[in-house]
């Protein structure tokens, strides 16, 4: 079946550090792919998405391409923030059959320190 | 704020017992989604609601319930609550049935049961 795998956490950086959280994905088909981040105390909030291969899906300063050769959907952030510390998930649709439901990684917690 | 809400934030039950998670979905969103967070099975897609109908199923207990109201509010209700199903559990919701539109997210019922 589709799964989603993302690299553990937690994963602690320094502010203005280079961020990558790397995301893989298992799907029959041309799946959706999507980036969501869930602050603390809050709910989850879509960050990015990518609807078809090489697209490139950003926002807040984060960035991810849609890989089909290597089936990655990895995020990247050139700078970090403090701000910028949750947990963040990978998710797909895949876009073959009627059920289109939302499949999610684990998520992977990032901490940000001053 | 996402414009979803959530009712309770917090509920604390014992084993056996039966409760009623609601959730109210942004003014004009028609599709309503429940997920369960946990820490050791991750996000998991319960079911989704279209305009008072069930649209599509995820991993629900048959122990748990949902409906969607007229008036577009929904309701997971748990029953036979098990140790198991402490969890935080999630209310989205989408303004048109298919899961390629964006999902926004409630702040969460966090459940624990005794």
């Known amino acids: 079946g589709d799964s989603v795998t993302q690299m553990e956490g937690p994963v602690t950086l320094s502010e203005e550090a280079f961020l990558t959280i790397n995301c893989t994905y298992t799907a029959t088909g041309y799946p959706s792919l999507f980036w969501y981040v869930q602050y603390p105390g809050e709910g989850l909030q879509l960050l990015l998405k990518a609807t078809k291969a090489d697209d490139k899906g950003s926002n807040k300063g984060f960035e991810a391409t849609y890989r089909k050769e290597t089936t990655s959907f990895h995020l990247e952030k050139g700078s970090v923030q403090v701000s910028d510390s949750a947990v963040y998930f990978c998710a797909l649709i895949n876009n073959a059959g009627n059920n289109r439901k939302l499949i999610w990684g684990l998520g992977t917690s990032l901490a940000v320190n001053p | 704020d996402s414009g979803v809400t959530q009712t309770p934030k917090h509920l604390i039950t014992a084993t056996g017992q039966r409760v009623t998670l609601r959730c109210s979905p942004r003014?004009?969103?028609?599709?309503v989604y429940w997920y369960q967070q946990s820490l050791d099975q991750g996000l998991q897609f319960l079911i989704q609601y279209y305009n008072g109908e069930e649209r599509a199923k995820g991993n629900i207990l048959e122990r748990f319930s949902a409906q969607q109201f007229p008036d577009l509010h929904s309701e997971l209700n748990l029953s036979s609550l098990e140790l198991g199903d402490s969890a935080l559990y999630f209310c989205?919701?989408?303004?048109?049935?298919?899961?390629?539109?964006?999902?926004?997210f409630g702040p969460g019922t966090r459940l624990t049961v005794l």
């Open positions: 003014s004009g969103d028609l599709s």
């Open positions: 989205a919701s989408s303004a048109l049935g298919s899961v390629h539109n964006e999902q926004f």
